[in-house]
C-alpha cells in the first residue's frame, strides 16, 4: 500500500513528536531531570591543558589535584591521557594525578577536565600556621625590605592593615626606590618579593593558588592570592588588587606552599585553562552529582561534550527555536521578510548585544550603509566589487562606532562587533535594490518585517525556560522538527490574507 | 473595514498564498520544466520552434567584455527593451522608447546616457535581478508597438494580459494597466490597476488598484468598463497553447498585444500572483477546482478554450 505524500507526512511528523515528547518524559520521570529551571546553579567546566616538550628519557608529569575548598563541589573528573601509564595517589594533605611514560619525542598534550559548583561561601576556614623562615638574601636588598617595612609599619597598627598598605603601595605608578630595587632584573616574581617582606616583618603567611573564574575564557592560567595569620585567623588578599576577601570568582585549586605542576623530563612546560559556566538548576546539579556515569542517555548528552564545544551547543540550540518563529511567522501570519533567515542571525546577535542596543546598532549600521550605498551606485561598480566595498564600509562603520562609543563611555555598543556582517552588507545591498525597484515603502515593510521576526525570535529565544529546555532535552527538538514538517503542508490562508482579501469574502453580502 | 474570516474566504473559493504554492504549484509543476518558464531566452526559443508569436529579439550579452560590443548592437535601433533573462517580478526590465543624439530616452520620459544603460546591463550580467543572485544573460528585444486600441488604459508603459492557465484551460485572465503611480511597470503591489477579464469574451469586468475599485484609468480618465480587449480568441489560444510548451500544470502566461503582430507572448511565469482574485472579485481555488471536476482533460486546445469560456463566463449585471 503506497500513502500520499500527506498521509506520509501526518505519519512522519506525528512519529517525531511523539518520540521526541517521549524521551523528554523519560528523562523528567525515570531520569528526574527537571522540566522547568527552577532555582539556578551556577556550575563551571574547567578544561586543564598541559603542555610541554619531551627533552628524552622516561617522563614523569605529576599534577597536584585541587581539593574543594570555600564551600566549591567537584562534581565529575575526567582524564585524557592517551599512552600515558596514569595513577592518582591520595594522600592525608592532596590528591595527586600522575602520568608516567617511557619515551616520547614529540610535543605533547594532557587534559584534566572537572566540574564545579559553589554551595555555599563560608570562606576557607582554619589551616596550620606555618612557621617562618626566614629568606635567605643579600645584605642591600634586606636593606631594601628594611626600608620599606619601617614606613610601612607606622601607617598601620595590626598585620593585616600592614599587608593592604605593602600591596597598595606596590601598585602605584611610583612604587618608590626601594622597592623598585627589589624587582629590577630578578627573575623572582612579585610574589616572591611581597613573601619575602612579609616573612621579614614577621607575619605568617602562604600562597593561595587557583583560578579566577570568567565565563568562556580560554588560555587562562593560574593565579595566586596570599593570605596572612594575624595571630587570630587568617585574612586573604589580593596582590594584584591590594584587596582583602576572597574573591567571588576564584576557585582555589592549592591553600599553602608547593607546586602543582611537576615535570620530569620535559621543558617548556604549561598549564592552561578553557572555563565555561552553564547555569543548571540546583535540581540537575544534585542530580548530576548522583549519577554522573550510570545513565547512557546522560552519558550521550551534551554535557559531555568538551567544554568549547558546550559552550557552542549552548547558542546552536536555540537557533531551531528562532527557525520556528520565521516559519510561523511567514506561513501563518505570512510577515515578509528580507533575506528568509536572516531575522535569526539578527536574533543571534541581539541575544549579545541585548536587544534595544541591537536595534540600535542595526538601524545605524544599516541607515549609514544605505546611504553609502546610494552614494556608491552612481560609480558604475559591479556588483561584486559593490558588495565587497559595502563589506568594507560595513566593518569602518562597525569599528569607528566601537572607538567613539568606548571613548565616549557606552561600553554597551562595542557589542557591535556581534552584528553578522556579511549579513549586514548583503541586507544593505537588497534593501538599497528594493529601494531603486519598489520604493522605500517596501523596504519599510521588510525591514521592519525583518525587525518584528528578529525581536520576536529573539525574546523567545531568551526565555530562560526555553534555554533551559532546548539545552537539557535535545530530544524535543526532534518534536520540533515533526512541527516544523506539518506547518510546511500546511495549506490554510495566512493571516494578513484575511486583511487582503477582505472585500472577496464579502461578495455575497 | 472588517477582515475577512477563512470560511468566507473557503467559502468563495478564495486561493491563498499557502494553498497555491502546495496545491497547486507543488502539485502539479515538476521542477524540471522550471528553467524553460524561468530563463525568458529559453521560453523565447522555444515559442519560436513552436511558430509562437514572440517579441522580436535583437541581441543577447552573455558576458561582461560583450558589453562594448552594445554600441554596435544597438546602432540606429530607436526603441528597445533590455532585461534579465532570468529576472524575477519585472525587475530590471528598461524599455527605452526613443533616441535623442546621445541620449536614451526612458518610457517614463527621463534620459539615460549610454553609460547608464551599459550599467543596467552590467548588473543584468552579475546577477542583481535574478532569483537567488545567479549570474544572468541580458537580452535586447524590440520594443512592443502595442495595440492602440488600450492606448488610453495605460500610462507610460506597455499594458500586459495576464491568463493564468490550469492544465491547459484558462481559467482567469486580467489587464494590467500601467499608471505614473507604477513608475510604468505593469506590476499591481507598485501601484499598476488590474483589470479583470471575463474569460468568455475579453470584456472588462472589474478594475482595482492597490485592492481599491476604481473606475478609470487615474491618468488617462478613460472608463474601464467600455473596456473589450481586440484578438481575444488568439489571446486565449496563444496562452493555452503554452500548456503544451511547457508541460507546467499550472502557470501565468504574460501576453501584450502588437500592433501589426497581434498577440505576442511576453514571458511565462510559473509562480503568478494572487492579485488577479482581486481583478476578477472572483475566486480562483473554486475554478480550479471546477476543471479538477472534469473527467477528461480535452486534448485539443480549442476544445479546452471552448470548454473554459462556458464555465467561467461571468453573469454581467
Known amino acids: 500500500m503506497k500513502l500520499s505524500p500527506r498521509l506520509?507526512?501526518?505519519?512522519?511528523?506525528?512519529?517525531?513528536?511523539?518520540?521526541?515528547?517521549?524521551?523528554?518524559?523519560?528523562?523528567?520521570?525515570?531520569?528526574?531531570?527537571?522540566?522547568?529551571?527552577?532555582?539556578?546553579?551556577?556550575?563551571?567546566?574547567?578544561?586543564?591543558?598541559?603542555?610541554?616538550?619531551?627533552?628524552?628519557?622516561?617522563?614523569?608529569?605529576?599534577?597536584?589535584?585541587?581539593?574543594?575548598?570555600?564551600?566549591?563541589?567537584?562534581?565529575?573528573?575526567?582524564?585524557?591521557?592517551?599512552?600515558?601509564?596514569?595513577?592518582?595517589?591520595?594522600?592525608?594533605?592532596?590528591?595527586?594525578?600522575?602520568?608516567?611514560?617511557?619515551?616520547?619525542?614529540?610535543?605533547?598534550?594532557?587534559?584534566?577536565?572537572?566540574?564545579?559548583?559553589?554551595?555555599?561561601?563560608?570562606?576557607?576556614?582554619?589551616?596550620?600556621?606555618?612557621?617562618?623562615?626566614?629568606?635567605?638574601?643579600?645584605p642591600d636588598r634586606l636593606a631594601a625590605i628594611k626600608s620599606i617595612t619601617s614606613t610601612l609599619k607606622q601607617r598601620s597598627v595590626d598585620p593585616a592593615g600592614f599587608t593592604k598598605a605593602l600591596l597598595e603601595q606596590l601598585l602605584l605608578d611610583d612604587i618608590g626606590q626601594d622597592a623598585a630595587f627589589l624587582f629590577a632584573g630578578r627573575k623572582e616574581n612579585r610574589l616572591t618579593v611581597i613573601m619575602n617582606i612579609l616573612s621579614f616583618s614577621g607575619i605568617p603567611h602562604q600562597p593561595i593558588k587557583g583560578i579566577f573564574l570568567e565565563d568562556g575564557r580560554r588560555r587562562q592560567t593560574l593565579n595566586s592570592l596570599i593570605e596572612i595569620h594575624d595571630g587570630n585567623r587568617w585574612h586573604v588578599f589580593n596582590p594584584s588588587s591590594a584587596e582583602q576577601g576572597l574573591p567571588q570568582n576564584f576557585f582555589v585549586w592549592q591553600r599553602g606552599a608547593g607546586s602543582i605542576l611537576d615535570v620530569i623530563g620535559g621543558e617548556h612546560s604549561q598549564l592552561e585553562f578553557a572555563l565555561v559556566k552553564n547555569t543548571l538548576p540546583i535540581k540537575t546539579v544534585l542530580f548530576l552529582e548522583q549519577h554522573v556515569q550510570d545513565q547512557l542517555l546522560l552519558d550521550f548528552s551534551i554535557y559531555s561534550l568538551p567544554v568549547e564545544q558546550q559552550g557552542v551547543f549552548k547558542g546552536l540550540m536555540l537557533i531551531p527555536v528562532g527557525a520556528l518563529v520565521v516559519v510561523l511567522l511567514r506561513v501563518l501570519v505570512g510577515i515578509r521578510t528580507a533575506g528568509t533567515f536572516m531575522p535569526i542571525l539578527i536574533a543571534l546577535a541581539f541575544i549579545q548585544t541585548t536587544l534595544l542596543t541591537g536595534l540600535f546598532i542595526f538601524l545605524l549600521v544599516v541607515g549609514a550603509g544605505l546611504w553609502i550605498r546610494y552614494y556608491l551606485s552612481y560609480l558604475n561598480l559591479l556588483l561584486v566589487a559593490r558588495i565587497t566595498a559595502v563589506v568594507i564600509v560595513v566593518i569602518l562603520l562597525m569599528a569607528t562606532l566601537s572607538v567613539v562609543s568606548y571613548k565616549l563611555g557606552f561600553d554597551q555598543l562595542l557589542s557591535v562587533t556581534f552584528l553578522p556582517t556579511i549579513i549586514?552588507?548583503?541586507?544593505?545591498?537588497?534593501?538599497?535594490?528594493?529601494?531603486?525597484?519598489?520604493?522605500?515603502?517596501?523596504?519599510?515593510?521588510?525591514?521592519?518585517?525583518?525587525?518584528?521576526?528578529?525581536?520576536?525570535?529573539?525574546?523567545?529565544?531568551?526565555?530562560?525556560?526555553?534555554?533551559?529546555?532546548?539545552?537539557?532535552?535535545?530530544?524535543?527538538?526532534?518534536?520540533?522538527?515533526?512541527?516544523?514538517?506539518?506547518?510546511?503542508?500546511?495549506?490554510?490562508?495566512?493571516?494578513?490574507?484575511?486583511?487582503?482579501?477582505?472585500?472577496?469574502?464579502?461578495?455575497?453580502? | 473595514?472588517?477582515?475577512?474570516?477563512?470560511?468566507?474566504?473557503?467559502?468563495?473559493?478564495?486561493?491563498?498564498?499557502?494553498?497555491?504554492?502546495?496545491?497547486?504549484?507543488?502539485?502539479?509543476?515538476?521542477?524540471?520544466?522550471?528553467?524553460?518558464?524561468?530563463?525568458?531566452?529559453?521560453?523565447k526559443k522555444a515559442a519560436i520552434q513552436l511558430g509562437m508569436s514572440v517579441p522580436g529579439l535583437i541581441g543577447v550579452v552573455d558576458i561582461q567584455h560583450e558589453v562594448r560590443l552594445l554600441e554596435t548592437l544597438l546602432h540606429g535601433v530607436k526603441q528597445f527593451v533590455i532585461k534579465p533573462a532570468q529576472g524575477s517580478g519585472g525587475k530590471g526590465i528598461l524599455v527605452i522608447t526613443d533616441r535623442q543624439g546621445d541620449d536614451f530616452i526612458k518610457a517614463t520620459g527621463a534620459t539615460l546616457s549610454f553609460r547608464d544603460i551599459k550599467r543596467h546591463t552590467s548588473n543584468i550580467l552579475s546577477g542583481l535581478y535574478s532569483l537567488g543572485g545567479r549570474t544572468d544573460v541580458a537580452m535586447i528585444e524590440d520594443m512592443i508597438d502595442f495595440d492602440p486600441m488600450l492606448s488610453n488604459y495605460s500610462y507610460e508603459g506597455v499594458p500586459d494580459i495576464r491568463v493564468i492557465i490550469y492544465r491547459g484551460y484558462p481559467v482567469m485572465a486580467m489587464m494590467r494597466c500601467s499608471t505614473h503611480a507604477s513608475d510604468g511597470k505593469a506590476n499591481l503591489h507598485q501601484g499598476a490597476v488590474g483589470v479583470g477579464i471575463d474569460i468568455a469574451n475579453g470584456h472588462s469586468l472589474y478594475?482595482?488598484?492597490?485592492?481599491?475599485?476604481?473606475?478609470?484609468?487615474?491618468?488617462?480618465?478613460?472608463?474601464?468598463?467600455?473596456?473589450?480587449?481586440?484578438?481575444?480568441?488568439?489571446?486565449?489560444?496563444?496562452?493555452?497553447?503554452?500548456?503544451?510548451?511547457?508541460?507546467?500544470?499550472?502557470?501565468?502566461?504574460?501576453?501584450?498585444?502588437?500592433?501589426?503582430?497581434?498577440?505576442?507572448?511576453?514571458?511565462?511565469?510559473?509562480?503568478?500572483?494572487?492579485?488577479?482574485?482581486?481583478?476578477?472579485?472572483?475566486?480562483?481555488?473554486?475554478?480550479?477546482?471546477?476543471?479538477?471536476?472534469?473527467?477528461?482533460?480535452?486534448?485539443?486546445?480549442?476544445?479546452?478554450?471552448?470548454?473554459?469560456?462556458?464555465?467561467?463566463?461571468?453573469?454581467?449585471?
Open chain 2, 207 to 317: 478594475a482595482v488598484q492597490n485592492d481599491n475599485a476604481v473606475e478609470k484609468h487615474p491618468d488617462t480618465g478613460c472608463h474601464f468598463n467600455e473596456l473589450k480587449l481586440p484578438h481575444w480568441e488568439e489571446v486565449l489560444h496563444l496562452s493555452s497553447s503554452c500548456y503544451e510548451m511547457t508541460e507546467l500544470g499550472y502557470f501565468g502566461a504574460d501576453i501584450v498585444l502588437d500592433k501589426k503582430i497581434g498577440p505576442v507572448i511576453l514571458e511565462l511565469n510559473a509562480r503568478p500572483g494572487l492579485a488577479i482574485q482581486m481583478a476578477n472579485q472572483a475566486g480562483l481555488k473554486k475554478r480550479l477546482k471546477t476543471i479538477d471536476r472534469l473527467s477528461a482533460i480535452k486534448q485539443s486546445v480549442n476544445e479546452r478554450i471552448q470548454l473554459a469560456q462556458k464555465l467561467f463566463a461571468t453573469q454581467r449585471s
Open chain 1, 424 to 509: 549586514l552588507a548583503w541586507t544593505i545591498e537588497r534593501m538599497s535594490i528594493l529601494w531603486e525597484e519598489e520604493g522605500g515603502h517596501e523596504v519599510l515593510i521588510q525591514g521592519s518585517g525583518s525587525l518584528f521576526a528578529a525581536t520576536l525570535a529573539y525574546l523567545l529565544m531568551s526565555v530562560e525556560l526555553v534555554k533551559h529546555l532546548t539545552f537539557n532535552f535535545p530530544e524535543l527538538m526532534i518534536s520540533l522538527l515533526g512541527v516544523v514538517l506539518l506547518l510546511g503542508r500546511y495549506s490554510g490562508y495566512r493571516l494578513v490574507e484575511l486583511y487582503r482579501f477582505r472585500d472577496l469574502g464579502k461578495l455575497d453580502e
Open chain 1, 8 to 138: 506520509q507526512i501526518i505519519l512522519v511528523a506525528g512519529i517525531l513528536i511523539v518520540l521526541g515528547l517521549g524521551l523528554t518524559l523519560y528523562k523528567n520521570l525515570e531520569l528526574g531531570f527537571p522540566l522547568s529551571p527552577g532555582q539556578q546553579q551556577a556550575v563551571w567546566t574547567i578544561e586543564s591543558k598541559i603542555s610541554f616538550k619531551p627533552i628524552g628519557g622516561p617522563i614523569e608529569i605529576s599534577m597536584v589535584l585541587p581539593k574543594p575548598l570555600a564551600g566549591w563541589t567537584i562534581l565529575d573528573n575526567h582524564f585524557a591521557s592517551s599512552g600515558f601509564d596514569f595513577l592518582i595517589q591520595e594522600s592525608q594533605r592532596e590528591r595527586k594525578a600522575t602520568w608516567t611514560r617511557e619515551s616520547l619525542n614529540r610535543n605533547t598534550m594532557l587534559h584534566y577536565k572537572f566540574e564545579i559548583y559553589q554551595s555555599d561561601s563560608n570562606g576557607l576556614g582554619d589551616a596550620p600556621v606555618p612557621t617562618i623562615i626566614s629568606p635567605e638574601i643579600t
Open chain 2, 1 to 43: 473595514m472588517k477582515w475577512a474570516t477563512p470560511s468566507q474566504l473557503s467559502r468563495h473559493g478564495i486561493l491563498g498564498m499557502n494553498s497555491r504554492n502546495i496545491d497547486y504549484i507543488g502539485r502539479s509543476n515538476d521542477r524540471r520544466f522550471y528553467p524553460l518558464v524561468d530563463n525568458k531566452l529559453k521560453t
